[in-house]
């Protein structure tokens, strides 16, 4: 099969979308001309033009609103926020209008509208370009969430939510924009709420979120090596999510270790732990784990790089679950 | 009227209207004076749920721009919506059944007075939340430009919207983008208690306009027939792929600012009393009476509306309440999961 | 002892701290000379002027990021939001800047500033004036929050945030308001992160947030008619959460119900669960179970007035726990 | 300069500073300018953590202003904040450091190009977040106000901060509220690749200020002087009790958006080229030889620079790796829990 990045991946989706659905539109800083500041619309000015690529003044609060209306009268926004932080100064709208229209409404609205952005602690962004923010998506209804670690359900997620009525976060981790992976060639569609067996295993479930999903795996390829078998698991979307494929896996292993980079408290391990624990009592041998990331905004100097979960703080975890 | 000295303002036009649109010019504003009329009643006698905020006296602004309108238009509201929501065609019954809590509200009883959708004719809600009405409308009109439609879309929007950052983004994007939008600024010189001059150095709305390079017009707002010219033009424009316009209309609310609020200490009687003198109703029957339209005419009208009322009264109560099982719908469109 | 309101409690704290220190002030719309829409600072214009009780235009953006730059500089701003839905507009400047300027600053600045409103699906407030968005709070590193239920803990909370350094969210549910109860004469702070024991039991553990504090020591004395021994925990401050006191109930009865009326996913309950099983597994005799409101937005009309949890979903939620 | 021909335009200030104080604005352009070139440096070889804004051909703005201010008077910066830390007296050696993630940095190594604090001599922060610098630094000034001092605060932004909420509502607050502060545009023209007028239809940034009933003043961003005059005026009435000003400084980033991105495609070499040659660091030598200034004086001053830079880096460079404890440090004020 052909391999791409997950970039790559996704931009094929918007591209075919586009060329499908002449309703959709993109808006954000940059994301004309100049293809985005990491590439999501290269190319696709050249083709559509400034009304369907719209660079965008500061304002995002006003243009996620815009868009919000936009949605609201039939077109298909896509929101290209670049750095997800930049959506913070939109949440008022968002949590009162673009997620409750549909519902105040009595579903005679629909909100076809894209919110995209790249998520993460990367290397030295800092304290103000490093946020994750999706438990706030998953607390209030009306949202979909989709958190890609690979560049096939990038393509595949993203074709889904362009065709969901639904208000969709599609979020991007810095860390796997430039992963490469097989992608097919035939068009398909990867549906929401449906975790993806990432690796097959026995002793232990990982659920991991975003790019802990690559780290968790090679973590798994080094326990291997001990003897001890992980099952990884990747929900790929966290609103809705496939909580049936994570007590499938508890059920056989007994045990399992949610890996997130992102703060713990009432995060998506809280709520995965709580929800297991509620359903899957009788099952656990062990409490559920949680692995996340240091409780403090992100500092730039590298020594700082190992704040979120590597590799090692993994299979030590892992280790430790298996001890208990 | 001191404030309309400040910025332009629009004479009055002659006429050009037929009888008949005159006539129904007074019909509009005279279904939103009586069904509020009654749910004040009803409020009073413990009937509504929710809150209520009442457009007594600001009748002409909604009714003036609504005119214009095509069901394919969009308007945008507030948390003072009926006027709104009764100008774009909304009925009396689907008011006053949704400010009962009925099953047949026009928001199927989950809205109350401050949520008031009817998308299928345009009404695309009002808000509790004071400014996004600014930025949505816009989309709305982006939408509208995308798809080489000519509907337009309307925002209302009071004076205390002004001052908030969705006035200064959404009108800048529409502006620069050329957007198919009308803003239309209710001034009625109070938020909740706080007067205008008190939120900012400068209560000159329409002059606003310059900051962002739109057309900025302000007309007085307790006349119909100033509004519906002021904002036929804006309309016009918009249609015309001309872009958006910023209509200040400089009107008040007569009543507290929300049913069941005392409504002291923040403005005086004898301004009320001068306002009350102004009602655009009472003026705009003055005018229609000086040779427009016969006392029969504006009589028959008044009679159909007592009943048009009434009717829509009686409907609110009789009717169901929801199902309980609807809470949860539409919280999402698709299945998924 | 002496009784007032909720309300009466929590201006008599400020009223108080007002006297005490110049630098603090306040500023919202209508907490001027007209005292709050809630009564929040009735009387408190006549006594300090338009400079600490300051009427502000609806830029709630503003004025949140306003008061976090006077907080900075020395003042001690008290931002009062009437209902904790308008705080949303604020939101992408609270998360980057208000909880971040300690940390960022390296401790050289503090940020002594509370933001104050009311929350919770009271009857026929509608979709956009229920907000509660307390969990939001927890999961970013930088904010304490307080919930409180009585007029007690109001004052004696209020009067802690208002020494506090740190950001502090001051949550009051509309439906304790005007709740009445004994406030002590003499002055008294009420640290965070202490929970209280509303009422002792033995047989199970609920903990109760806000306005189901009052409900669930009805539900309480409903059980005790039937044999069963209810013991009921306030948390008070959800961040920092007195996980300690939890523990110790959940040894001694065994099981554990979390009743909140705030959506469920990702919320309070969510990482109550988590962290109980993570260190209570062996005292669990039953998994951790969680009571939560409605996941839709607030309805109006009065048919859905039991959206929330009422009293008699706390009974039944305890004997089905105790079933388990 | 096209541009410097709308809105008011205050002409170059004879001269009324002394000497010593003629040269101090050019010594402290240059430390600028010369501590930037060798971030660009070590940004080329790898040394630098995180982002890199720089602040080249912008210097006479945050060194006009700042000339004014006393070390309790505040300063909110952007993410090209560089310039503003240096001006406010923010050592080379600690923008250095920290720019290369060193304890010894000037926020402890944790915050690098966009997160500059120094509070003790009121460097408030800078913010990789376009926007809030503006309210909070009026927020500030409602410290100082309602504590009787008489200390301003300054906020720097760019012109693609002017479109955002934040611009709208902290300047009205501030202007309503007669607050001590002084807002400062440094209107480059672009915000990263777009354009200002692609951004808004009203590019004279000064002349919004008339929306708000502030004083607006345009001021040449390449002409240290007359910042200093403009500046000195706005700093006084905001001293003097009689509340902000909006100072719009129209300058050019000659250099790229941030280092290491491309920067071609969204202008003109010729434009580029049109403004290096109105280098504000130039002209200004150029203004003290004129007559002011003697050629050893200015030589003097390249050389202690010169010196001090070279100095910086090798502190920066010798210094140690911030402590991994201190990453948790400090979420937390109070210990509370
Ligand atoms: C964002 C926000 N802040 C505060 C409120 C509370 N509130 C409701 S109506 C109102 C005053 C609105 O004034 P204006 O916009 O002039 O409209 P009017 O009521 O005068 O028609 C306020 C402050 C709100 N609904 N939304
Ligand atoms: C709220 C927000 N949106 C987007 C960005 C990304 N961004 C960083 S700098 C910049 C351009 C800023 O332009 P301007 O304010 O004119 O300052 P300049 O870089 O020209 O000095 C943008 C869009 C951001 N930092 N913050
Ligand atoms: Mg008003
Ligand atoms: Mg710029």
Same mark, same amino acid.
Not at chain 2, 103 to 114: N, Q
């Given at each position: 099969m052909r391999e791409m990045t997950f970039v790559e991946a996704a931009r094929e989706a918007l591209a075919e979308e586009m060329a499908r659905n002449p309703a959709i539109f993109v808006v954000g800083e940059g994301i004309g001309a100049r293809g985005g500041s990491f590439n999501t619309t290269l190319g696709l000015y050249d083709l559509y033009g400034p009304e369907r690529l719209r660079d965008t003044p500061i304002s995002e609060r006003g243009f996620t609103a815009l868009c919000t209306g936009a949605a609201a009268a039939g077109g298909r926004p896509v929101v290209d926020f670049m750095f997800i932080d930049f959506l913070a100064d939109g949440f008022g709208d968002l949590f009162n209008q673009t997620s409750k229209l549909q519902w105040m409404s009595g579903g005679r609205l629909k909100m076809p509208i894209l919110l995209r952005g790249c998520i993460g602690v990367a290397k030295s962004n800092g304290a103000h370009h490093s946020g994750n923010y999706y438990p706030f998506f998953m607390h209030i209804p009306g949202f979909r969430v989709a958190i890609p670690a690979s560049p096939r359900d990038a393509k595949g997620l993203m074709k889904t939510a362009l065709r969901s009525n639904d208000p969709v976060l599609f979020l991007e981790h810095k860390d796997v924009l430039m992963l490469r992976g097989p992608v097919p060639e035939e068009e398909y569609l990867i549906p929401f709420g449906e975790a993806s067996v990432a690796r097959e295993g026995k002793d232990v479930t990982v659920v991991a979120i975003a790019a802990m999903v690559p780290k968790t795996l090679k973590a798994s390829e080094e326990l291997a090596k001990e003897g001890v078998s992980v099952e990884v698991i990747d929900p790929r979307t966290v609103a809705p999510l496939d909580i049936d494929t994570i007590l499938a896996s508890v059920h056989k292993t007994g045990r399992l270790l949610i890996v997130d980079e992102d703060f713990a408290p009432c995060g998506v391990g809280a709520e995965i732990a709580a929800q297991v624990m509620a359903r899957g009592f009788d099952d656990l041998d062990a409490p559920v784990q949680r692995l996340n990331g240091a409780f403090a905004p992100a500092a730039t100097s590298a020594v700082f790089d190992n704040m979120v979960p590597q590799v090692p703080d993994i299979t030590k975890a892992v280790r430790d679950l298996l001890a208990e | 009227m001191a404030k309309a000295k400040l910025g332009v303002v629009i004479e009055k036009p002659a006429a050009g209207l037929s009888k008949e649109q005159l006539l129904d010019l007074y019909r509009q504003m005279l279904i939103i004076r009586r069904t509020e009329e009654q749910l004040i009643r009803a409020y009073q006698a413990g009937k509504i749920h929710g809150a209520c905020h009442t457009y007594v006296g600001e009748e002409a602004v909604a009714t003036g721009v609504c005119a214009h309108l095509r069901p394919d238009d969009v308007v945008f509201s507030t948390h003072r919506g009926h006027g709104h929501a009764l100008a774009k065609g909304v009925t009396p019954r689907e008011v006053i059944a949704e400010l009962f809590g009925k099953?047949? =509200?026009? *928001? =199927? =009883?989950?809205?109350? *007075? +401050?949520h008031l959708f009817k998308p299928e004719i345009g009404m695309m809600g009002s808000s509790g939340i004071v400014g996004p009405s600014i930025t949505m409308a816009a989309g709305a009109a982006y939408t509208f430009k995308l798809l080489k439609t000519n509907r337009i879309s309307v925002a209302f929007f009071g004076d205390g919207a002004v001052s908030n950052g969705s006035f200064h983004e959404g009108i800048n994007l529409a502006t620069v983008w050329g957007l198919p939008v009308l803003f239309v600024c209710?001034?009625? +010189?109070y938020a909740t208690e706080v007067p205008f001059n008190q939120a900012t150095k400068n209560p000159d709305v329409a002059s606003r306009a310059k900051a962002y390079g739109l057309p900025g017009v302000a007309v007085d707002g307790n006349d119909v027939l100033a509004i519906y010219q002021a904002a036929g033009e804006a309309i016009q424009r918009a249609r015309g792929g001309e872009g958006p316009t910023l209509l200040e209309c400089r009107t008040y609310r007569t009543r507290a600012h929300s049913e069941g609020m005392r409504d002291t200490g923040y403005r005086t009687a004898e301004e009320i009393a001068e306002w009350k003198a102004r009602d655009p109703i009472a003026r705009f029957r003055d005018v229609l009476l000086g040779g427009l339209a016969s006392e029969g005419d504006v009589i028959r009208i008044d009679e159909e509306i007592k009943i048009m009322v009434e009717e829509a009264t009686a409907f609110a109560d009789s009717s169901p309440w929801p199902d309980k099982a609807i809470l949860t719908q539409h919280v999402y469109s698709d299945s998924g999961g």
């Open positions: - | 099953a047949t =509200g026009v *928001s =199927g =009883g989950i809205g109350g *007075s +401050m209710e001034n009625n +010189m």
